[in-house]
């Protein structure tokens, strides 16, 4: 019930694409759903997050879609670059808690 | 942008050894966390510290894992006795109030147990 599935676990997208990573959750108590963004070496860094009283958030070319009812939510990275290869890690947050339960990343490799 | 600063970088030790990884958190930042990726693996919580005080830990934070802020500024974590399978990547993070749950990750400690 804790768990975050994440798919899928690697893909390659040519530059300008848009890569769609999943995440599915089971515990509806999560109430916080944010996106990190972890380049070789370094700490995930925050990308974008979503509360599930929104279906959808942009921020610049990185956009949420949230389907409450199916308990899924995607990542969508527009006009993809090289520069955003790295591993993307989905992650969920339970109400009254302040740990994050995370998926097992995808390693995203955009290639020129 | 202000960073949580992570020390060392690397950390090689012997089964059975105690290690403290150390982490400065960013300044007015309130909660404090440790995580930890074993190689190619998930992001998994272990432990938040709030006031002093442990608020919630994982079933991997065991009697061996230990934590600390023992001058307003550090927050350690110690593993008194390690094992090989403590080998990971051990991250801290912070956030600033109970209210914003976006972490501040730092660039994390390697932890090899040989």
């Known amino acids: 019930q804790q768990q975050v599935k994440q798919s899928p676990q690697s893909l390659i997208v040519q530059k300008g694409g848009i890569p769609i990573i999943n995440c599915a959750y089971e515990?509806?108590?999560?109430?916080?759903f944010p996106w990190y963004q972890q380049f070789p070496g370094k700490g995930p860094a925050l990308l974008i997050a979503?509360?599930?009283?929104?279906s959808e958030k942009k921020e610049g070319r990185f956009t949420i879609s949230f389907n409450k009812s199916a308990k899924q939510f995607s990542l969508h990275i527009m006009d993809s670059q090289p520069g955003d290869s790295a591993t993307y890690f989905c992650?969920?947050?339970?109400?009254?808690?302040?740990?994050?339960?995370f998926g097992k990343g995808t390693k995203l490799s955009v290639i020129p | 942008e202000p960073e949580v600063t992570q020390t060392p970088s690397h950390q090689v030790t012997q089964m059975g050894q105690e290690v403290i990884l150390r982490c400065v958190p960013i300044?007015?930042?309130?909660?404090f966390y440790w995580y930890r990726q074993i190689l190619g693996q998930k992001v998994e919580f272990l432990v938040s510290?709030?006031?002093?005080?442990?608020?919630?830990k994982s079933e991997i934070f065991d009697d061996q894992f230990s934590v600390e802020r023992p001058d307003g500024s550090n927050f350690t974590l110690k593993i008194r006795s390690t094992k090989l399978e403590d080998s990971a990547m051990y991250f801290c993070?912070?956030?600033?109030?109970?209210?914003?749950?976006?972490?501040?990750f730092g660039s994390g400690t390697r932890l090899t147990v040989v």
């Open positions: 515990n509806t108590a999560f109430d916080y």
């Open positions: 979503i509360r599930p009283d929104v």
């Open positions: 993070a912070s956030i600033p109030t109970g209210e914003n749950y976006g972490y501040t």
């Open positions: 300044s007015n930042h309130l909660y």
């Open positions: 510290f709030y006031n002093n005080e442990i608020s919630e």
């Open positions: 992650a969920a947050r339970r109400a009254g808690s302040y740990q994050l339960t």
